[in-house]
């Protein structure tokens, strides 16, 4: 699991080395590549040696998310390198929907199903005061793991922390709120950088069409794939016709925001009701419509 098994491969040093492999015309010598990013004078508490190995670290999570390839010492661009870390969160994010089941870098996105149709009969107020070690045991646990070592598990503490960061990086929760030591799962950032595809037929959308589109471009959410994956170990489903508690929360925050609006026609017979929130007037909808302060994304 290269992305949660290298610390050192985080997202922001992955885009560091993405960056710098672009503004060199896409091809780097790998011992360059090692001077830009782990200079000796930065490295007074490591070897050069043990810089060099963590800034190949970086490198091989970079090959995985299939932006760059080593040609001998090069290493070489795949195709155009994003430029922005939205950009590269959007390519990271297209990446690992793209998964076959088998690849084991699935677990990010199963990990976050889980916590998603946990927080349904739990609460989102659990998972983020969680210990690392509770959450990663228990996470571990519901998605299967060896038994030889703690080496062979699916997820712990290490790679529970390159978990967190890698999911805020593209926009689908917290791992830094104050006085907290889990995670907050919140998709509505991902949701509005989706949400031009996600209305793809225009601005207004049926509440039906809505949630089929979020299953299909977010399989982690309300009838995704690994959300159903999720569910189908024992954790519980939404009421039919309601939507789950992380899902209804993002869509409010995006209304606030005046990202979208959740509209109820009067006399609609197949509205999707959310999350009951006795302090929201939002509480089902029968259409979505994008707001224009959302095509700029």
Known sequence: MSL????????????????????????????????????????????TQKSGDRVREVFRVARDLKLLHADQDDWVSTSELPATRRGLALHVHAHLCSLSPEDPDTVLLRAYAWCVAYAEANGTAVLITKT?????SEIAAA???????????SFNTTKLSAWKDWMAFLGLGWND????????????????EELVILT????????ELFVEAIARLLPYLDGGLLFEEACAN????????????????ALRALEANEVLRCEMEGDAKKGIALFPDPLSLTNAFSHIERLPGADHV
């Open 132 to 136: 690392a070690s509770a959450l990663a």
């Open 177 to 192: 709120l104050p006085g907290t030591t889990g995670f907050l799962p919140d998709p509505s950032r991902r949701i509005e």
């Open 234 to 249: 024992g954790l519980p489903r939404p009421p039919k016709g309601r939507l789950s508690r992380i899902l209804s929360q």
């Open 143 to 153: 998605l299967g793991r060896a038994e030889e070592g703690d080496d062979d598990k």
């Open 4 to 47: 949660l098994s290298t610390p050192t491969g985080r997202p922001e040093r992955v885009f560091s080395l993405v960056s710098l492999v672009r503004a060199l015309g896409g091809r780097v010598k790998s011992s360059d590549a090692k001077e830009w990013l782990a200079p000796q004078y930065r490295s007074a508490e490591a070897t």
């Open 200 to 207: 793809s037929h225009g601005p207004r959308v049926e509440a």
